[in-house]
């Protein structure tokens, strides 16, 4: 299988995933999700919003986008919303 030159100015697509040459991913429900240094993945306004939190975020949080758009990560673009379990 002969491989192609990738220019740096397009994303390579992998597995549903754009890689963009700055390292960061969309993934295929279109979350910006960025590497950390340990090479993990995780979702870049999660990331972005814990570091102006100062905490990390609970499982039960979720961050909604203002806009609906998940690819604009500005903070006042954040909601937080808390994950209620109902019973039956």
Known sequence: ?????????KPRFKQGRALN?????VTAKGHVIVRLEDGSWVQEH???LENHLGRRLRPTEKVK???????DNRLDNFEIWEEVKTWP
Do not use: L
């Not at 299988?1 to 100015?9: D, H, L, N, Y």
């Not at 040459?21 to 991913?25: A, N, Q, W």
């Not at 986008?65 to 690819?71: C, E, M, Y």
């Open 1 to 9: 299988m002969r491989e192609k030159a990738i220019s740096a100015t």
């Open 21 to 25: 040459p700055d390292g960061r991913k």
């Open 46 to 48: 999660r990331k972005m």
């Open 65 to 71: 986008h203002v806009n609906r758009d998940k690819t």
